[in-house]
Protein backbone atom coordinates (compact mmCIF):
# COMPACT_ATOMS: atom_id res chain seq x y z
CA UNK A 1 0.00 0.00 0.00
CA UNK A 2 2.80 2.47 0.71
CA UNK A 3 4.23 1.82 -2.83
CA UNK A 4 0.87 2.48 -4.32
CA UNK A 5 0.06 5.54 -2.33
CA UNK A 6 4.05 6.84 -3.02
CA UNK A 7 3.51 6.52 -6.86
CA UNK A 8 0.29 8.26 -6.87
CA UNK A 9 1.54 11.49 -4.92
CA UNK A 10 5.02 11.51 -7.18
CA UNK A 11 2.13 11.63 -10.13
CA UNK A 12 -0.14 14.40 -8.67
CA UNK A 13 -2.79 11.91 -8.16
CA UNK A 14 -4.90 10.73 -5.06
CA UNK A 15 -7.65 8.65 -4.04
CA UNK A 16 -10.27 8.41 -1.61
CA UNK A 17 -10.04 5.19 -0.34
CA UNK A 18 -7.48 2.27 -0.47
CA UNK A 19 -8.24 -0.96 -0.59
CA UNK A 20 -5.23 -3.62 0.43
CA UNK A 21 -4.83 -7.11 -0.67
CA UNK A 22 -6.05 -8.38 2.83
CA UNK A 23 -9.28 -6.31 2.03
CA UNK A 24 -8.75 -3.57 4.47
CA UNK A 25 -9.67 -0.15 3.73
CA UNK A 26 -7.76 2.88 4.51
CA UNK A 27 -9.38 6.16 3.57
CA UNK A 28 -6.91 9.06 2.51
CA UNK A 29 -8.47 12.09 1.30
CA UNK A 30 -11.61 13.79 2.55
CA UNK A 31 -14.18 12.75 0.39
CA UNK A 32 -15.84 16.49 0.30
CA UNK A 33 -12.47 17.63 -1.76
CA UNK A 34 -12.09 16.77 -5.07
CA UNK A 35 -8.87 14.46 -5.79
CA UNK A 36 -7.09 13.86 -9.05
CA UNK A 37 -7.79 9.86 -9.90
CA UNK A 38 -10.61 9.52 -12.74
CA UNK A 39 -9.89 12.81 -15.32
CA UNK A 40 -13.02 14.15 -16.62
CA UNK A 41 -14.55 12.47 -13.22
CA UNK A 42 -12.27 14.45 -10.74
CA UNK A 43 -15.01 16.50 -9.65
CA UNK A 44 -18.03 14.41 -9.66
CA UNK A 45 -16.41 11.24 -8.08
CA UNK A 46 -15.08 9.48 -5.39
CA UNK A 47 -11.84 7.63 -5.87
CA UNK A 48 -11.70 4.01 -4.49
CA UNK A 49 -8.41 2.40 -5.39
CA UNK A 50 -8.08 -1.45 -5.03
CA UNK A 51 -4.46 -2.34 -4.97
CA UNK A 52 -3.46 -4.95 -7.25
CA UNK A 53 0.56 -6.07 -8.75
CA UNK A 54 1.14 -3.91 -12.01
CA UNK A 55 4.35 -6.66 -12.93
CA UNK A 56 3.54 -10.33 -10.98
CA UNK A 57 0.96 -11.73 -8.98
CA UNK A 58 2.54 -12.15 -5.29
CA UNK A 59 1.53 -11.98 -1.99
CA UNK A 60 -2.34 -11.73 -2.02
CA UNK A 61 -2.60 -12.11 -5.39
CA UNK A 62 -2.15 -15.48 -6.06
CA UNK A 63 -5.01 -15.81 -9.29
CA UNK A 64 -4.08 -14.32 -12.66
CA UNK A 65 -7.11 -13.76 -15.25
CA UNK A 66 -5.60 -14.89 -18.27
CA UNK A 67 -6.56 -14.08 -21.16
CA UNK A 68 -8.79 -11.02 -19.39
CA UNK A 69 -11.06 -9.54 -21.26
CA UNK A 70 -10.05 -6.14 -20.36
CA UNK A 71 -7.20 -5.66 -19.11
CA UNK A 72 -3.77 -4.48 -21.24
CA UNK A 73 -2.35 -7.22 -22.83
CA UNK A 74 -4.96 -9.15 -21.97
CA UNK A 75 -3.44 -10.45 -18.75
CA UNK A 76 -3.98 -9.58 -14.86
CA UNK A 77 -3.90 -10.14 -11.38
CA UNK A 78 -7.48 -10.90 -10.03
CA UNK A 79 -8.72 -9.24 -7.16
CA UNK A 80 -8.76 -10.91 -3.69
CA UNK A 81 -12.09 -12.34 -2.44
CA UNK A 82 -11.41 -10.06 0.71
CA UNK A 83 -11.16 -7.46 -1.52
CA UNK A 84 -14.05 -7.41 -3.20
CA UNK A 85 -16.24 -8.53 0.16
CA UNK A 86 -14.60 -4.50 1.47
CA UNK A 87 -15.58 -3.03 -1.70
CA UNK A 88 -19.35 -4.53 -1.60
CA UNK A 89 -19.05 -3.06 1.76
CA UNK A 90 -17.83 0.51 1.13
CA UNK A 91 -19.87 1.09 -2.25
CA UNK A 92 -23.14 -0.22 0.13
CA UNK A 93 -22.01 2.31 2.50
CA UNK A 94 -21.42 4.88 0.47
CA UNK A 95 -24.42 4.27 -1.75
CA UNK A 96 -26.95 4.01 1.35
CA UNK A 97 -28.05 7.54 1.89
CA UNK A 98 -26.97 11.40 0.91
CA UNK A 99 -23.98 12.57 2.37
CA UNK A 100 -23.66 16.18 3.84
CA UNK A 101 -20.14 16.98 3.94
CA UNK A 102 -20.03 20.67 4.90
CA UNK A 103 -19.41 23.88 2.72
CA UNK A 104 -22.37 22.75 0.15
CA UNK A 105 -21.16 19.63 -0.78
CA UNK A 106 -23.67 16.83 -0.84
CA UNK A 107 -22.76 13.51 -1.68
CA UNK A 108 -25.74 11.22 -3.42
CA UNK A 109 -24.45 7.90 -5.02
CA UNK A 110 -26.90 6.05 -6.83
CA UNK A 111 -26.85 2.10 -6.42
CA UNK A 112 -26.42 1.91 -10.09
CA UNK A 113 -23.74 1.07 -12.81
CA UNK A 114 -23.83 3.64 -15.65
CA UNK A 115 -21.08 1.81 -17.46
CA UNK A 116 -21.37 -1.92 -17.41
CA UNK A 117 -23.11 -4.00 -19.77
CA UNK A 118 -24.68 -7.40 -18.31
CA UNK A 119 -22.66 -9.62 -20.54
CA UNK A 120 -19.65 -9.02 -18.72
CA UNK A 121 -17.18 -6.14 -18.16
CA UNK A 122 -16.46 -3.96 -21.26
CA UNK A 123 -13.95 -1.18 -22.42
CA UNK A 124 -17.11 0.92 -23.34
CA UNK A 125 -17.29 4.26 -22.23
CA UNK A 126 -20.16 6.17 -23.14
CA UNK A 127 -21.62 6.95 -19.74
CA UNK A 128 -17.86 8.00 -18.32
CA UNK A 129 -18.14 11.64 -20.15
CA UNK A 130 -21.92 12.47 -19.05
CA UNK A 131 -21.64 13.98 -15.41
CA UNK A 132 -25.33 13.75 -15.07
CA UNK A 133 -24.54 10.16 -15.09
CA UNK A 134 -24.36 8.30 -11.61
CA UNK A 135 -23.51 5.55 -10.06
CA UNK A 136 -20.39 3.37 -9.82
CA UNK A 137 -17.96 3.94 -12.59
CA UNK A 138 -14.44 2.37 -13.26
CA UNK A 139 -12.20 3.04 -15.43
CA UNK A 140 -8.59 1.18 -16.60
CA UNK A 141 -5.48 3.35 -17.71
CA UNK A 142 -2.23 1.28 -19.18
CA UNK A 143 0.47 1.15 -17.29
CA UNK A 144 2.88 3.65 -17.52
CA UNK A 145 6.72 4.30 -16.38
CA UNK A 146 8.52 2.30 -13.70
CA UNK A 147 8.86 5.18 -10.86
CA UNK A 148 12.58 6.58 -10.06
CA UNK A 149 14.52 3.80 -7.56
CA UNK A 150 13.04 0.87 -9.09
CA UNK A 151 15.64 -1.01 -10.81
CA UNK A 152 13.33 -0.64 -14.05
CA UNK A 153 13.38 3.07 -13.36
CA UNK A 154 12.28 4.76 -16.84
CA UNK A 155 11.16 1.57 -18.81
CA UNK A 156 7.36 1.07 -19.52
CA UNK A 157 6.10 -1.80 -17.22
CA UNK A 158 5.06 -4.82 -18.88
CA UNK A 159 2.97 -7.84 -17.45
CA UNK A 160 -0.18 -8.52 -16.26
CA UNK A 161 -2.47 -5.40 -15.26
CA UNK A 162 -5.19 -4.97 -13.08
CA UNK A 163 -8.39 -3.28 -14.67
CA UNK A 164 -11.12 -1.79 -12.68
CA UNK A 165 -14.01 -2.17 -15.16
CA UNK A 166 -13.31 -6.26 -14.28
CA UNK A 167 -13.68 -5.33 -10.49
CA UNK A 168 -16.87 -3.00 -11.38
CA UNK A 169 -18.84 -5.88 -13.43
CA UNK A 170 -17.75 -8.58 -10.31
CA UNK A 171 -18.87 -6.47 -7.94
CA UNK A 172 -22.53 -5.47 -10.07
CA UNK A 173 -22.56 -8.98 -10.47
CA UNK A 174 -22.65 -10.05 -6.79
CA UNK A 175 -24.82 -7.19 -5.71
CA UNK A 176 -27.64 -8.67 -8.28
CA UNK A 177 -27.24 -12.04 -6.87
Known sequence: MASTERVLRKK??????MIDGSGEIHQFGDLARSMAHGN?????SIGIEVINPYT???GYWTEMIDPSPTAW????AADTEAQMVALD??????CAHAWECGNGVIIDIPMAFPTQPTT???????????????????HGHRPGRYPAGHARAGQRVKGPHADARRTVWELYRRLRA
Open 12 to 17: GLGVHF
Open 40 to 44: ERNST
Open 56 to 58: RAT
Open 89 to 94: ALCGLL
Open 73 to 76: RKRE
Open 120 to 138: GPGRGHAAWFDRSVGGIIA
